[in-house]
């Protein structure tokens, strides 16, 4: 590798030399490497192969994990949930242990109690995780997808970011098909309160119970607003709203 010292900043592959730009300026390096046709095609990369697949599936999984729930999502995640989720689903796919080497599935590692904790309690932005938001224990019925928050004091309960002057809570209840990718998402009405030191019970029920043979996952989102001349704004686009994976079955 060697520094770019020119006027003319190039980036891109010029005969056998790669233009760059990096974190010490523009950077320039040789091309090299295995070819991808011997990796997909010689004997000696075979654990190359495999470990190729089984990490492609498991990004595919937290992609349709993320898309079942973008509604939920969008304004309450980090700039890395893609990687960590897929670590997460790492994880999980390690634990078949009836598939062989490169087909192992994130939906047969589900099939365990154990290895479901892998994902419970997943915070989906993790600079906003659910434990320091909510500072108040809640229940959970996994046959409706009920959650209740008891005697909850929002300026108490809450770590509240500055600005915010209310807090809005939703859940929701999932059936997610990792094989088949089918699923159905159930939503409860969000209930919205300002924050002061009023103490009130949060009820939370989606609209229904979702259909489905795959598993179940419950999530839980605390969102915050600014009141600005009687309307209510997303506090920084969401960077301090917390959702949590909170049950998986």
Do not use: W
Not at 54 to 75: M, P, Q, W
Not at 184 to 198: D, K, R
Request: positive net charge.
């Amino acid at each position: 590798m060697a520094k770019l010292r020119s006027l003319i900043k190039i980036e891109g592959t010029l005969d056998d030399l790669t233009f760059y730009k990096g974190k010490e300026g523009y950077l320039v390096r040789t091309k090299g490497g295995v070819s991808a046709n011997r990796i997909k095609n010689d004997p000696a990369f075979a654990r190359t192969r495999e470990n190729g697949s089984e990490f492609g599936h498991c990004a595919t999984s937290g992609k349709i994990l993320r898309r079942a729930i973008i509604n939920l999502l969008a304004d309450a995640k980090d700039n890395r949930i893609t990687p960590r989720l897929t670590q997460a689903m790492s994880k999980v796919k390690n634990s078949d242990i009836t598939s062989v080497r490169g087909q192992r599935q994130v939906a047969i590692g589900l099939a365990t109690p154990e290895v479901r904790a892998c994902l419970k309690s997943f915070d989906f932005n993790s600079n906003a995780q659910l434990s320091t938001v909510l500072r108040s224990d809640f229940t959970l019925d996994t046959t409706t997808g009920e959650v209740s928050i008891v005697d909850l004091t929002p300026n108490h309960d809450l770590g509240v970011p500055g600005g915010a002057t209310h807090v809005s809570f939703n859940v929701g209840f999932l059936n997610l098909d990792f094989s088949s990718g089918d699923k159905e998402l159930q939503v409860s009405p969000i209930i919205n309160l300002p924050i002061n030191g009023i103490t009130a019970t949060v009820t939370l029920i989606p609209e229904a119970v979702p259909s489905g043979t795959g598993n179940q996952l419950y999530f839980l989102k605390v969102a915050f607003f600014q009141e600005v001349n009687g309307i209510q704004y997303a506090l920084n686009n969401g960077a301090f709203n917390a959702l949590q994976l909170i049950e998986v079955l």
